[in-house]
């Protein structure tokens, strides 16, 4: 369930990505007021996928101010956030003040890392930013490790609110990305920002040497009547037992992959 409302498909008009997109006068912390579910939904998804595993060295790539590193270490000796904006690395600072999670800044489609160094890579809330990824998923598969672990959050066009609507109106769902920007695209902050056909993205992610081990549907109760009807803890209970058995039908508006390189 999703408030967000399709737009027009991705044609050649739309902004190419902007990796630094958060290099502005911008905070980024504050977007995550009033956001607690999803943030909530996220954190179980990424436990529920990583659970009984651990790991040498992680990166969070495009992590932000660093919102899900403190969780990424409790599964890995080693953590680097991997972020290309400055703005955000320096609210990073503060967020992880006092841990040994390392605050490196690098682009996605051009990783820091040396071949095969890492054994877990995450990347949440990124590809909604990517109309075209296969050169960020060369890179992630090239640092990882033979038989290391992705974990990659795909913005999902094909949630049940737009199968629905396509139904209705009797015509497929996209392959291609699709543009939902609410920016016009000759205008400066007109960043990209699309909606992905999830059996796409995994073909993608499979051509660069990485396999689909399980998914998971994501913020399902993303609702902002619902959020001001239920408590926090309702949701996320509800959001607990919903994540893998609507996984199937890629029913939410965010659907996290978890990957093996070969």
Known sequence: MTDENP????DSSAPKKVANQYERDYDYTKYWDNRDYENGAEQIAIRRLLKGNHYRKAADIGGGFGRLCLLLRTFADEVTLAEPAASQLEAAKKVLAGTDIKQVQMQADDLKFADGE??????????????????????????LAPGGTAIIEVANYGHFK??????????PLPTEPVDIRQTKADEPDAIAFVNHNIDTVVGQLAAAGLTLESKLSVSNLRSQKLKKA??????????RISQKRLARNNFGPSIFLKLRKA
């Open 7 to 10: 737009q027009q498909a991705h």
């Open 118 to 143: 890492l054994d877990l890579v995450t990347m949440v809330r990124v590809m909604h930013h990517i109309p075209e990824p296969s050169a960020e998923f060369a890179e992630i598969s090239r640092v």
């Open 162 to 171: 737009n199968r629905l609507r396509h139904k209705k109106e009797g015509t």
């Open 230 to 239: 239920l408590p926090k803890s309702v949701m996320l209970a509800a959001e």
